[in-house]
């Protein structure tokens, strides 16, 4: 069976070779793939050639939802701006270790997101100062173009610009990180991104059935971020992780359905259709227990 | 295994895994040219280093009322890579094959579903190399 390992950039030669010869030898992470013959639009498609071998991302390439697109839906539900909640910018000067640095950069620029979605200009400001610090001290500033952060601060008060503008910054941070192989730090960001976008839409949802829906829809992206901060070393990550289980664990109660409906394609306008149907229920005591939860592992970040 | 040939086999997959490297970042920026101001990057990036006999998966979640739009890229000219997607039951719901190859395509999500995310080189066009797949979201 032929087997490749999903790669981080720029590996060093030796562990790379070595990591060659290893999987050509013990296909551990590649499976054969299944013949299963899936059903769509009438046709019988098989969902993988039989021959072909399926590539395993491993940990570091699980797609995470965007925290730019809860606070665009807190923004749309007509949520009330509540400043309390973000995670003041003078804690950054609290963070000295590489991992807290990076949970709080992604904590931060959620909370970048939330002030442009509520035009609160001079906050903005200070927060994009106390990332662009933070980025300083990871070593990701030099990797993101000057543009951007140019661009960043040209367009505070534009709401649009500063959505578009926050996804490129940490497409980029991303990038450099994934290239220089700090994929530990890489997936933090991303765990702290999605922790304080968690706990913006639990506000919400106390609120808002549209945020409570979506409260619900992090189950898919729970599960990757255990995945993603699972076997790191350091202490509290340790504990962060143990709680992100719990928090799966309250996740698995709730009650979810799906039914597939037939896509449809316009081929003239390059788009399909998902008009599959799905819910969620989340009952008071569930939001509740989440929030609950959700609190402490924030704290575990921000402290 | 002698150690000759054991050196010239490491040295052989180095050149080819560097290749791909460098392909990488360019491929990327290439890739981003696929999406417009109205698209959001979701911040993050897809990368695999492909043989054509092999298959990269992940998974994603699309939300409902919400329109994705899914770049796929190998090489510098379009339509190297085949992308597929599949609900969470398994259904095909789009494949990029039917359509030429098309490099990016459009989802308008009308309820949130759990999807595959499948992609590999198309064995008429490329043999090995780096493949690239970006998601933004419609602002």
Known sequence: MNSIKFFTLRVSVFAFAAALVVSCAEPSTTEQASNEKTETSGEEVDSLSSTRSVVKYQGEIFSIPSPVQSVMLIKKADIRYNEDLLNEASNSQNYIKEYKKALNLGVYGTDLAYLANFENNQLSLKYLKTIESISSDLNI??????????????????????????????????????????????????????VEALHLSLDAAQNSDLLRNRVGQQRSALNSIVKLTENMEEEELVKMNAKLEELRDIFEELEYSYEYQKPITDKKEKTTYINSKSSVTVTDDQLSKIRQKTIEIRNLIIS | MKTPTLIILIFSMLAFANAGLAQCDSFAEDCDEHFSEAYISDGQEYRALLHSDQTAVFESTLFGSNTYRIAACSGKSNGNLIFSIYDQEGNLIFTNEEYSNAPYWDFAVSSTVNVTIEAHLDPNKSESGCAVLLIGFKK
Do not use: H, P
Request: proline share 0%; glycine share 10%; charged share 25%.
């Open chain 1, 141 to 194: 500033q030099s990797a993101v173009s000057q543009d951007i952060l140019e661009r960043f601060t040209s367009n505070i008060g534009n709401r649009d610009s500063l959505y578009a503008l926050n996804g490129e910054f940490y497409r980029a941070g991303y990038r450099y990180l994934k290239e220089n192989e700090r994929n530990e730090l890489a997936s933090l960001i991303l765990t702290g991104g999605w």
